[in-house]
């Protein structure tokens, strides 16, 4: 469809009560990534496409959301709730520029894919003046039927309006209709709102395209693509989905998963080859894990990138800003955050580094913490490559560790240590020998007998 150009209104005005949250409802999300963000995603995009994103008053996160999910996105305000069409005529300054095609979705389907779109054009491209999306319900109640005749589409009747023998019909409208754009305005301009809400209804435009003596389409796709989300049950529905593609995406591209279903992942997660993912895994936005890298058993990762054939985990912790060299290995009960450890860095178990970077092949003992925040600010510490951080130690940042320098176990690091020297930081060891034998003789002597 690359000849023709192309509009695509998105409306993301809807209240979404029943997700019994004040976060708008496309503003929640799915395998990381807000419902708006998938659909702007999948919408057309590139030379001759254009993006409005129309969203309800006083909902401007609503309209930031939808600018950095795609910066060419051009937002309108629907001031009053008066319907669907209603609500693309709010973007009629858009409209009025012109394309060739009109695409409408909906901002609560995250699952709808790029390819659907590129198949609601094709009839377009065809000659039809409106193609609608339509699919084949387990169970139709509630929804609008697509009556179709001689292969063309023609009505949308809805539940409550349809004969008995229409309500056994199980193709389904989605919602999302693509318009010839020569005729679209002039389409949803004739859309009344004669109906018991008095409300616009974009359903009727399929009426007014027959009247008009023009044809419309229909695309059939999965239940699943068009499930649009008004509560959390279905949030949680469609996040199953989500991440049962995402698993089979990822498997098909040569990640080894050997329980994927419990493994959580992100839209955007990218893997190299031979990566490995142990059970019980969330990898969260913003992962990038390189070739032969190995993220074991009840680690959590976001933000961060993690390089060739390094390990993470068991019960790790890797926070924003995270970025493991290769063959780095991060244990057990290990947490980073806005920290860089260069390639073969050692941190085997039960430490914190944050604010940090750390020199290859360096070496941090267990219970070693970078003491990064001092009640006010966030400060950083640099350890040399090659250092040796002995276990239970303290860098109490800011602060620079040199190459190659060794830090004695259970020292408080406080000053700058140059490359190569030995730090020891700890009171001196005393002892008294045979002071615990006279101290339990001196406490059963002064014990009081218990009464009975």
Known sequence: MTDRTCLTIVLAAGEGTRMRSSLPKVLHSVAGQTLLAHVLAAAPKGEGTSLAVVVGPDHEAVADEARRARPDAATFTQHERLGTAHAVLAARDAIARGADDMVIAFGDTPLISADTFARMRAPLKAGAALSVLGFRAADPTGYGRLIVENDRLTAIREQADASPDERRITLCNAGVMAFDGKTALKVIEKIDNANSKGEYYLTDAV??????????????????????????????????????????????????????????????????????????????????????????????????????????????????????????????????????????????????????????????????????????????????????????????????????????????????????????????????????????????????????
């Open 207 to 452: 009426t007014i395209v027959r009247q008009l003596g023009l044809t419309a389409a229909v695309i059939e796709t999965s239940e699943d693509e068009v499930r649009g989300i008004n509560t959390k049950t279905q949030l949680a529905e469609a996040e199953q989905v989500m991440q049962a593609r995402l698993r089979k995406a990822a498997l098909d591209a040569g990640v080894t998963m050997t329980a994927p279903d419990t493994v959580f992942l992100a839209a955007d997660t990218a893997f190299g080859k031979d990566v490995i993912i142990e059970p019980f895994v969330v990898i969260g936005p913003g992962v990038s894990i390189a070739d032969g890298a190995v993220i074991h058993s009840f680690s959590h990762v976001v933000q961060a990138s993690v390089g060739k054939k390094a390990s993470v985990g068991p019960y790790a912790r890797l926070r924003p800003g995270t970025s493991l060299g290769e063959g780095a290995r991060i244990g057990n009960f290990v947490e980073t955050k806005a920290a860089v450890l260069e390639a073969g860095v050692k941190v085997n178990h039960l430490t914190y580094v944050g604010d940090a970077h750390v020199g290859a092949n360096a070496n941090i003992g267990a219970g070693t913490i970078t003491c990064n925040y001092d009640g006010f600010d966030k400060h950083r510490t640099e350890i040399g490559a090659g250092a040796f951080i002995g276990s239970n130690s303290s860098l109490v940042a800011p602060v620079k560790i040199g190459s190659g320098a060794y830090i004695g176990s259970g020292s408080v690091v406080t000053q700058n240590v140059p490359d190569d020297a030995l730090v020891v930081e700890r009171s001196r060891q005393t002892v008294r020998e045979g002071w615990a034998k006279r101290f339990r003789e001196k406490k059963l002597q002064n014990r009081k007998p218990k009464s009975g």
